[in-house]
């Protein structure tokens, strides 16, 4: 006989049977690592992806849908494509005319299909009034303001008009939502990098400018007028964006002061908190709309690529990140492998634009548009990756080798990808190239369904609140781009494993494997997390990079005293003629090169002051052999650490500190290491004799091949120049 239990477990029953039957696509959290998901069974994370499919363009149809079909038989499941919202309603027939011709010739040749639409949200925009638009300093307008409020409310309708009639119509072959806005899609301000160009001047960036100050400084007018030591007539109201004058700040120096510059840094802190705002609000629509049965994502977080700007960081708009992954509304951030070109050539190792570590365990995907040029792409002289290496043709080899080791980066560290035919004509149409997508299939397969969460024994981190005192000019370019830029090409082709980390999650103990840790921008520190972080670098061996705790927040002040509070350093301040240092025969002893550096140098510089027992391993290229970087070991239990005054540091002493600190040395010359939980792959970046640090007793095999490697612990590889090689035990192949 039913009762009210038994109809109640059986709707319940019902409720879940249709839930399995649905089409839903979310994360799902497996042994800590994101990983997504179609109706609960996990799916690898690739997605094929294509720049459009323009009705009647022949040549983008043969070629994208040539490259779905190849696609298909190497079991792609989603598909990515950009399409426009709808703005003019929703019986906006040229947007649905050209959402159905995509969807259309892509189930035409995978019925099977699913969508994962890259929406456009500043393209074609019908802005109706020039206000509307962003206004630079010089007078220019490019783009609806992200700022303006009409705009904001304008695009959260199109693209919810837009969700509403792709799930009606494509419902069953729908993934989720690749939400798109500001610069090239990818919520960077227009034009940010334009030589010079200082935006944020129109109505909307004004008023969300003083509502941003309203609410930092809680309303009390008494408090923003301390801060930004004005007369008494500032107030909320009347508070306006800062002269271009103050935002570029001076060509001699790299930071803002706090005491009389607030208005330049918060103006910074507010650019890059309205832009995650935007973002999330774009994102709850499609939360609304669909709940957690799509996955969500948007391009962002651009930390060490956006870092080295002529107009400062900030005006990217991408130091928002925290704010971002912490959101329950948003699962994927995704962006393109780092344009440097140390990552974007054969032989380099693989590194990303962002923390991915850091977005792994907030329990999102970071994903990577693979749009390195292909052997095709180079032939047709449209190379994707920006280079104007045009004059010669990539051969079919270096292309595989190239996705080979992006591939294994990923699976590695759990991170997804998807490649991107960036301008439909055919730059994977290859079916040589998908060969290595079922390599990477095989590799990936015995932690699909249980993955490992990646750990790392060097572990770079990244501070994003550096970016807000950082001043607007192009002076300062060439050192962030040689320094933390590059940070991320030195540990990732120093032999070891290697991660990236927000300098916040260190604070808070979220990272626990790290051997040695890179502090590369940790420049303004509050009491707390100078505490945090000295107390870390008793156990952890730190390398503290140029001007670590510089700028004390919590007294908004430079201070000398609040470094040596969190490094152990007494230090002073010096002008080099150069960055360029020399090394002592102690810093031959840790890899250090004679001399390295470049250019003229930007206040602050600092000396660390040698206490008895340290090293000096370098010193600055001056009369009078002022220490540059200096190591200390350890005392008393302590780890050792090291001052390092300069914003680089080789990858040969990256190497000899994480063997100092006990770090496993997978290889003793410079080698992009990727190392998963069954395997262990090594990218040579010159050709010859390489030793792979397996360790054990136990035969390697080529993941590839299936030949023999030799036994462990040390494996000895004759490599090709660019040869990525896969060991792993026999166990793999087996499976």
Same mark, same amino acid.
């Given at each position: ?73 190497? +079991? ?33 040749? +995978?019925?099977?299909?699913? @969508? ?7 393209? !074609? ?35 919810? +008009? ?156 991408? @130091? ?8 329950? +509304? ?97 730059? !994977? ?307």
């Amino acid at each position: 006989m039913w009762n009210f239990k038994s109809f109640f477990c059986a709707a319940l029953l019902l409720t879940a049977g249709s839930l399995l039957s649905a089409n839903e696509w979310n994360i799902k959290i497996v042994n800590g690592v994101p990983r997504m998901a179609h109706n609960g069974e996990i799916e690898k994370n690739f997605i094929f992806c294509a720049a459009r499919i323009d009705r009647g363009n022949k040549v983008e149809i043969s070629s994208v849908t040539s490259e779905v079909r190849i696609a298909r038989k190497h +079991d792609v499941k989603i598909y990515s494509i950009s399409m426009p919202p709808f703005w003019h309603g929703p019986d906006d027939k040229k947007a649905q005319a050209f959402a159905d011709h995509i969807v259309e010739r892509v189930l035409e040749n +995978d019925p099977n299909a699913y @969508f994962w639409p890259r929406v456009q949200m500043s393209q !074609w925009y019908p802005n109706d009034d020039l206000r509307e638009l962003n206004l630079s300093a010089d007078g220019s307008r490019d783009q609806a303001s992200v700022a303006n409020a009409n705009y904001r409310k304008r695009s959260a309708q199109a693209l919810r +008009d837009y969700i509403r009639y792709m799930e009606k119509k494509y419902g069953k072959h729908m993934a989720g939502y690749h939400v798109a806005g500001a610069h090239h899609g990818e919520f960077q301000y227009c034009n940010f990098a334009r030589y010079g160009n200082l935006f944020g001047y129109d109505e909307g960036s004004q008023q969300a400018f003083r509502q941003y100050l309203k609410k930092k400084y809680k309303g009390n007018v008494s408090a923003l007028r301390k801060a930004w030591r004005s007369k008494p007539g500032v107030t909320f109201e009347n508070a306006m964006v800062p002269a271009p004058y103050m935002r570029y700040g001076s060509r001699d120096r790299v930071f803002h002061d706090p005491h009389s510059e607030q208005p330049a840094i918060d103006f910074n802190e507010f650019l890059n908190s309205d832009m995650a705002e935007f973002i999330l609000e774009l994102a709850r629509v499609v939360r609304e709309e669909c709940g957690k049965t799509r996955l969500t994502g948007v391009f962002y977080g651009y930390l060490f690529e956006c870092m080295p700007q002529g107009n400062g960081p900030s005006q990217s708009g991408h @130091f928002g990140l925290a704010k971002l992954i912490n959101s329950p +509304d948003l699962d994927m951030l995704c962006g393109p492998y780092s344009y440097s070109n140390q990552a974007r050539v054969p032989g380099a190792p693989q590194f990303t634009h962002t923390v991915g570590e850091s977005i792994t365990a907030a329990g999102k995907i970071w994903c990577n548009e693979d749009d390195t040029a292909t052997h095709i792409s180079m032939k047709q002289r449209i190379p994707e990756d920006g280079s104007h290496r045009a004059a010669f043709d990539r051969t079919l080899e270096e292309t595989r080798m190239l996705v080979r080791r992006n591939l294994v980066f990923n699976i590695a560290r759990n991170y997804g990808v998807w490649w991107f035919d960036h301008h439909s004509k055919g730059m !994977w149409n290859d079916p040589e190239l998908w060969k290595e997508k079922t390599f990477a299939d095989k590799v990936e397969a015995p932690t699909l369904k249980e993955p490992h969460p990646y750990t790392a024994d060097v572990v770079l981190t990244f501070d994003e609140k550096n970016a807000n005192f950082i001043v607007g000019n192009d002076a300062i370019r060439t050192m962030l781009e040689g320094g933390i830029s590059v940070l991320r090409d030195r540990v990732n082709r120093s032999g070891c494993t290697s991660g990236t980390w927000f300098l916040n999650d260190i604070v808070a103990g979220k990272e626990k494997h790290s051997k040695l840790d890179i502090h590369g921008n940790a420049v303004a520190l509050t009491a707390a997390e100078r505490k945090a972080l000295r107390k870390r670098a008793e156990k952890v061996p730190t390398v503290w990079m140029w001007a670590p705790g510089y700028i004390d927040i919590d007294k908004n002040e430079f201070s000398l005293k609040a470094m040596e509070e969190v490094t152990g350093f007494k230090v002073r301040r010096v002008k080099p003629a150069t960055w360029c240092v020399w090394s002592r025969p102690e810093g031959f002893d840790y890899g250090m090169p004679d001399h390295y550096g470049w250019g003229k140098t930007l206040d602050p510089v600092f000396a660390p002051i040698p206490e008895k027992g340290d090293l000096v391993l370098a010193y600055w290229r001056d009369l009078w052999g002022t220490p540059a970087i200096v190591l200390r070991p350890g005392k008393n239990g302590k780890a050792f650490s090291v001052f390092c005054g300069t914003v680089d540091i080789p990858a040969s002493v990256v190497r000899a500190l994480a063997r100092k600190a006990g770090a496993n040395i997978y290889c003793s010359r410079d080698a992009g290491i990727h190392k998963g939980r069954d395997f262990v792959a090594i990218t040579a970046n010159q050709p010859g004799l390489y030793d792979l640090n397996v360790g054990g007793s136990a035969e390697w095999f080529d993941a590839d091949t299936g030949k023999s490697l030799g036994f462990g612990p040390q494996l000895k590889l004759n490599l090709k120049w660019a040869e990525t090689v896969v060991a792993c035990k026999k166990n793999m192949l087996d499976k």
